[in-house]
């Protein structure tokens, strides 16, 4: 490690921006590009694409750590078990509404009256009166009988239907892993690599976190997609359990009527920030930007609606993976952040959700620094952490000021880049309280928060480098003597 750390200046907005990597992003000039347009992390989506590409972009993300001096973010995010219809004879059928239609365990090209289904574990949940959704929601099946290895079913909403479409069920908890055999090669593969986050798909219940955080080992964070219904049912249990969770607004509206996802998004999002965890919103925020190259008055409005909710990250899926303008979507997303926080406003709508710290020494600790910061007009709280779970409990106050994490730990560094206001910097860890002191204020000025005069925030744990052990606030004000040593060094 250099003697002298490097450090990017922290952006303009607290809130970060995840970009989905694809065919029209993954080129090294690309992706440095989306960097600097404003994306802090970025996602490799296993459901499409080779290891050997996703293996390139990893590479080259983490190249940009040694140039633009940042630790830099990666999720990659397993496909879960996807459930789709066989083929047709013709390649493509009309399904009548108000017409029956069988599925059954036969593989034979099925035709306008039956398809095969091969997922046993459906036929097994099933009952009269439940509902099956196709290619997105744009059919409507409604179960009449099970018999063995056929589903009766009548169509309530017809249309065409072609191989391979997908399938939901959205009334039952299907006996379905949460990792199929593909999502656990992709995850070796993924951990192999050193990625940062792991996204779980399709999340059903608890155990299936519980399960997916057994085979990660702690080599990386875990972040929950709440897609199904039958996630909500049990949302506290589950985010209790993840490190992150993700609004994934797609399935969620294919499975529920459209009109029941706002107020769900919301439900979501006020659950993770109670509970002090990182909370993505996804899923076409910036939809017409796939071709056009400015957005719809509607969708800046509903990204707009997540910042001032209070999400930790916005995410771009194919506007940034395989749309036409990927570089000018990020730079939307934080404009339109800049301009929400910017907003008089903002504050107060971001405090409509109460974050009442837990009864623990680090939870009074981090309330009373986001206190402090404003009673002082500190311009900044810097916190000293091995794991992150500091900066996680100051960003869950929502400080008005810049949040520095000063961390000797590169996977904690790196993992902290999907949290609201943290910016970390990989560095040595201190000895002592002078030391402390010392080296919070060099950063400070190195990073752009603080001046000769200005007031910061210190939070640390004594004795220095032991986990947890958040037990520490302390005021500094740097002096102008100190601005101009530090001036003198360059």
Known sequence: MPTRTSVFAPRRRKVRVLATLGPASRTPEMIATLFKAGADAFRVNMSHGQHDDHALAIATIRGLEKRFGRPTTILADLQGPKLRVGTFAEGLVSLKTGALFRLDRDPAPGDDQRVCLPHREIFEALEAGTRLL?????????????????????????????????????????????????????????????????????????????????????????????????????????????????????????????????????????????????????????????????????????????????????????????????????????????????????????????????????????????????TVSATAIICFTTSGSTARRVARERPGVPLLVLTPDQRTARRLGLLWGAHAVHTRDVADFEEMVAKSKRMALRAGVARGGDAVVLMAGVPFGTPGATNVVHVARLSGDELKAYKSED
């Open 134 to 374: 196709l290619d997105d929601g744009k059919l409507v099946l409604r179960v009449q009988s099970v018999d063995g290895g056929e589903i009766v079913t009548r169509v309530e909403v017809g249309g065409a239907l072609s191989n391979h479409k997908g399938v939901n069920v959205p009334d039952v908890v299907v006996p379905l892993p949460a990792l199929t055999a593909k999502d656990r090669a992709d995850l070796a593969f993924a951990l192999e690599q050193e990625v940062d986050w792991i996204a779980l798909s399709f999340v059903q219940r608890p155990d299936d976190v519980a399960d997916a955080r057994r085979l990660i080992g702690g080599r990386a964070a875990l972040l929950s997609k709440i897609e199904k219904p039958a996630a909500i049912d049990r949302l506290e249990e589950i985010v209790e359990l993840s490190d992150a969770v993700m609004v994934a607004r797609g399935d969620l509206g294919v499975e529920l009527p459209p009109e029941q996802v706002p107020p769900l998004q919301k439900r979501i999002v006020e659950t993770a920030r109670r509970l002090g965890r990182p909370v993505v919103v996804a899923t076409q925020m910036l939809e017409s930007m796939i071709k056009s190259p400015s957005p719809t008055r509607a969708e800046v409005s509903d990204v707009a609606t997540a910042i001032y909710d209070g999400a930790d990250a916005i995410m771009l899926s194919a506007e940034s993976a395989a749309g036409d303008w990927p570089e000018e979507a990020v730079a939307m997303m934080d404009r339109i952040a800049c301009s929400v926080e910017s907003d008089p406003a903002y504050k107060a709508r971001l405090h409509f959700t109460e974050t009442h710290p837990d009864a623990t020494t680090a939870d009074a600790l981090a309330a009373a620094a986001a206190h402090i910061a404003e």
